[in-house]
C-alpha cells in the first residue's frame, strides 16, 4: 500500500491527507436536521449525520487528494452507531480510490495488539468464513510497549500488504513532557525514531517503507533530525493549519526527491465553511468549502518546493 500512496500522491502533485475528524459541532444544522428527523436527537442520529457529513465532503474531494485520515476518537463518542460511520466511512473512501489511514492509535501486550490488527488491518476468521472489519490501509500505532506490541502489526502488515504510522514525535503542546527526556544523552524520540526505522527494513516497498511515522508539524527542528534517523520511513505529519504548523517549516519533513512526507489536516479542511476566508461559500455549501480549502493547502504545501 506504500507503493500505491506514493503513486498516488506523485501523480496528484499532492503530499496531503483530509483528516475526517467529525465533530457534530461542524455538521451544519440542515445535516444534523435531516438526520435527527429520521432517527431523533440519538446516538443513531448522531451516526447519520457524521457519515452523511463526510460523504459529502468526500465527494467533493476525493479526485484531489491521495488519502484521508479518520480519527476513530470522533465516532467511538457516539458508541455503536459512531463505530458503523467510521466503518462506512471507511469503505466508501476505498470504494473511490483512496488510501485510508485509519487514525486509531492503538498498541498494546502482544496478543491484544494481534487483535487490533487484525481488525483495523486484517481480517478474522468467523466460523469457516473470513471477515474484514474496518479494512483500513493504515493505522496509527503507539510504540509505548516496544517491539512485542508492535509486531502483530508489523506482522498483519506483510499478509495484507498494509502499512503503519507510529507515533514517533507528536505535535501536541506537551509532547516533550516524556518524549523529549534524554536517555543516554539522546532525546526518547530520536530512539523511538531508530527502532522506526529498523522495524521498516524488514517490510520495505519499492522506495519506502511500509512502517512509517508520526511527526508533528509544531516541532520542525525535530522534524529535521528525525528524517535523517528514519530516510526510508514515511512521515505523516499532523498539526498543520489548526494547531499552527506552517508550510514554510516543512521542507525538512521531506526528502531530496521531493517526497517522504504527507501533512494533514482535519479542522482546517472540514469545518472550512466556518472560517472567514471560506465564509462566502456557505454552509449550505459546506462541500465545496472544502474542496477550495483543500487546493488552498496543495498549493501552499507545494510553494515550499
Ligand atoms: O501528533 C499527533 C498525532 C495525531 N494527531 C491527530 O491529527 C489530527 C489533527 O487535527 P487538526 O484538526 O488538523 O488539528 C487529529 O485527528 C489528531 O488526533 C495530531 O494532531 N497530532
Redesign the pocket.
Known sequence: MINELVKKIQKLQAPVVV?L?PMLSYVPEQVQKKAFAEYGETLEGAGEAIWQFNKEIVDKTWDLIPAV?P?I?MYEQFGVPGVEAFRKTVEYCKSKGLVVIG?VKRGDIGSTSAAYAAGHLGNVQVGNSRLTAFGEDFA?VNPYLGTDGIKPFIDVCKEENKGLFI?VK???PS?GEFQDRLIDGRPLYEWVGEKVAQWGETHMGESYSYIGA?V?ATYPEMGKVLRRVMPKSYILV??????GGKAADLKPYFNEDGLGAIV?????IIAAYKQEKYAHIGAANFGDASRAAVEDMIADINSIF
Open positions: 483528516g475528524d485520515k480519527q476518537a487514525d496509527t507515533l507528536t505535535s501536541n509532547s508520526v508533528g499532523p498539526g498543520y493549519g489548526a494547531q494533514n489536516s482535519s479542522r482546517g
